[in-house]
C-alpha cells in the first residue's frame, strides 16, 4: 500500500470504527456476558439475543464494501476479518443464536474480539499521527473523481481455481471490454485493473460512468429475456431420466435442448446490442461495433448466470444516484434469475 492508501484506509478505520464506538460496543457485550456467567441461572437464545442486538446495530453499519483489496489485507492482518468485515454478522449469529451456544465459548470470544480492537484502534490512532509527520498526504479528491470503482467477484460457477480458469475469464472480460467500449469510442485498456485479491477471486476495476451505466441497462434487458428460457433449461434438467436408461437418446435431446437454449440467447445479445448501441454508440454509422458488443453482452450474462459478482461504488456525490441505480438493476436481475430457476424446478417435477 501506498502511504496515501493507508492514510485513506486510517481515515475509513475512524469514520467506521472508532467514531462508533465499536471497542465500547462491545466492552458492554463483555459485561452482560458477564452478569449472565456469574448469575448461576439458566440461560438461552431470549437473554442472548439482546446482546447480539448491541453488538449487530454497530458492526452491521460498517462500510466495508468501499475497501479496495489492499484494505481488505491489511484489516485481516490486523485480526479484524470476523469481527468488522463481512464475515463478521455471519459468525455473530452462529456464535450468540446457533444451536451450540455456550456462555463460556462467548465470554471467550467477546474477551478475544475487544483486545483485537483495542490493539488495532491503537495501530490506527499511531498512524494518524505518524503518516501526516512522515509523508505529504493527498487529497483524496486526486485519486479516482472520475471513474467507477467496479468489484468482479469470481464465485459459485464463475470461480478461479487454476489458471485454464483465469485465462478463460480474462479473455471474457476482455471481450466485455472490447464490446463496451467500441460503442463509446474507449479502449479496452480503459476497463483499468487497480488491484486482485489473493488467489484472483476479486478483481477491482475502474470504468467510465457510461460503461457503467451502459452495463446497468444491459443487467435490466437480461431481466427482461430470463423467463422466455424456463421451457428450454426445464426441459434440459428434465431429461437425466434418459441418462442412464437410454444414453443415445438423453445424448440426441440434450444437443436439440442446446441448440435452442444457445439460439435463445444469441437472440437476446443481439436484441440488446442493438438496444444499447442506439442508445449509447458516439458514432451511429459504426455498425461493426455491433458484433463485439452482442460477444459482450453474452460474457457479462454468462458470467451473471454463472454466480459471478459486481458491484460498483463512487465516492463523488454527483454519480453515487446513477451509481446506484446500476446495483439495483444488478440485483433485480439476480432477484429475477432466483424466480427462474424455482419455476424451472417446479416444471421439472411436474
Do not use: C
Not at 56 to 68: A, E, F, G
Not at 202 to 220: A, H, K, R, S
Amino acid at each position: 500500500m501506498t502511504h496515501n492508501e493507508l492514510f485513506k484506509l486510517t481515515n475509513w478505520y475512524y469514520s467506521n470504527v472508532i467514531d462508533t464506538k465499536l471497542y465500547d460496543t462491545l466492552n458492554q457485550a463483555n459485561i452482560r456476558v458477564n452478569g449472565l456467567l456469574s448469575s448461576n441461572s439458566s440461560y438461552g437464545i431470549p437473554h442472548l439475543k439482546p446482546i447480539f442486538n448491541i453488538l449487530y446495530n454497530t458492526i452491521s453499519q460498517i462500510d466495508y464494501k468501499s475497501l479496495s483489496i489492499d484494505d481488505l489485507n491489511a484489516l485481516k492482518k490486523n485480526g479484524l476479518e470476523n469481527i468488522i468485515l463481512e464475515p463478521a454478522i455471519p459468525v455473530l449469529q452462529e456464535l450468540f443464536l446457533g444451536n451450540k451456544t455456550d456462555i463460556h465459548t462467548i465470554s471467550s470470544r467477546v474477551i478475544s474480539m475487544l483486545n483485537t480492537v483495542k490493539e488495532a484502534d491503537v495501530n490506527f490512532k499511531n498512524l494518524q499521527i505518524i503518516l501526516p509527520q512522515l509523508f505529504d498526504i493527498k487529497s483524496s479528491e486526486e485519486d479516482y473523481t472520475d471513474k467507477v470503482l467496479t468489484r468482479l467477484t469470481f464465485h459459485n460457477d464463475a470461480s478461479i481455481e487454476n489458471v485454464v480458469n483465469l485465462s478463460d475469464w480474462s479473455n471474457s472480460w476482455n471481450k466485455v471490454a472490447r464490446g463496451y467500449g467500441m460503442v463509446l469510442g474507449h479502449t479496452p485498456e480503459d476497463f483499468e485493473v487497480i488491484s486482485a485479491s489473493k488467489g484472483s477471486i476479486i478483481f477491482d476495476l475502474l470504468l467510465n460512468l457510461e460503461t457503467v451505466n451502459m452495463l446497468g441497462e444491459t443487467f435490466n434487458h437480461i431481466a427482461d429475456f430470463a423467463f422466455t428460457m424456463i421451457e428450454i433449461k426445464a426441459a434440459l434438467k428434465g431429461i437425466s431420466y434418459f441418462k442412464t436408461l437410454n444414453p443415445e437418446k438423453y445424448e440426441q435431446l440434450k444437443a436439440e435442448l442446446q441448440s435452442d437454449l444457445d439460439k435463445k440467447n444469441d437472440e437476446m445479445a443481439e436484441d440488446i446490442a442493438q438496444k444499447l448501441f442506439e442508445k449509447y454508440s458516439i458514432d451511429e454509422n459504426n455498425h461493426e461495433a455491433k458484433i463485439p458488443l452482442k460477444h459482450a453482452v453474452k460474457e457479462v450474462s454468462k458470467f451473471i448466470n454463472k454466480g459471478g459478482d459486481i458491484n460498483f461504488k463512487t465516492d463523488d456525490l454527483d454519480k453515487e444516484d446513477e451509481v446506484l441505480l446500476v446495483n439495483e438493476a444488478l440485483l433485480m436481475l439476480k432477484n429475477r434469475s432466483k424466480e427462474q430457476k424455482l419455476i424451472e424446478d417446479k416444471k421439472e417435477e411436474d
